[in-house]
T-cell receptor, first 114, second 115 residues
């Protein structure tokens, strides 16, 4: 069975702090894809990144970076110099099944205080 | 550049009523999905569709009906709404030619309250 675990339910930081959101996944597939989505207070789900199981290079996009490690089945997300606008619920998700759908973690609520 | 649009965005209905949530996408994506989001459960798949006239159940299909007569539309019907169906419903789509790995894009959500 496929499973995604986001152990951190809520995180609160002060603006400009760095913060890492953890994601651990389980799958028996050899080919799979991992995703991060952001859900701001307005409620929509915004796609952030997709990473396939063959590419373990870290990804950096501005203040965002992702660390994918197959050895520990983790796909962690770091925000550098956090800002108030980063306040949101962040979901990690796994796609590897024949349905093409996503298995979501339960999300981590990030609050960035000024 | 409409993407995926859901309607209504907010709905209050009574127990036992039939409710239809509409979903329309302008990308000609093959795959479409309906998820519900509940506190403590995250997002769970209700139904999905690989193409027009092809639909299949997800994790929590009971009490819901879907259809897909046209590629761009994927309505979700609650035949007899119950309070447990109070939730936020997200429609989504993906190019899906090879299913796994295609990025899934979400609509803005429909907030449904059953009283």
């Amino acid at each position: 069975a496929q499973k995604v675990t986001q152990a951190q339910t809520e995180i609160s930081v002060v603006e400009k702090e760095d913060v890492t959101l953890d994601c651990v996944y389980e799958t028996r597939d050899t080919t799979y894809y991992l995703f991060w989505y952001k859900q701001p207070p307005s409620g929509e789900l915004v796609f952030l990144i997709r990473r396939n199981s063959f590419d373990e290079q870290n990804e950096i996009s501005g203040r965002y970076s992702w660390n994918f490690q197959k050895s520990t089945s983790s796909f962690n997300f770091t925000i550098t110099a956090s800002q108030v606008v980063d306040s949101a619920v962040y979901f990690c998700a796994l796609n590897g099944g024949s349905q093409g759908n996503l298995i979501f973690g339960k999300g981590t609520k990030l609050s960035v205080k000024p | 550049d409409a993407g995926i649009t859901q309607s209504p965005r907010y709905k209050i209905t009574e127990t036992g009523r039939q409710v239809t949530l509409m979903c329309h996408q302008t990308w000609s994506h093959s795959y479409m999905f309906w998820y519900r989001q509940d506190l403590g459960h995250g997002l769970r798949l209700i139904y999905y569709s690989a193409a027009a006239d092809i639909t299949d159940k997800g994790e929590v299909p009971d009490g819901y009906v879907v259809s897909r007569s046209k590629t761009e539309n994927f309505p979700l019907t609650l035949e007899s709404a119950t309070r447990s169906q109070t939730s936020v419903y997200f429609c989504a789509s993906s190019r899906g030619a090879d299913r796994a790995g295609n990025t899934i894009y979400f609509g803005e959500g429909s907030w449904l309250t059953v009283v």
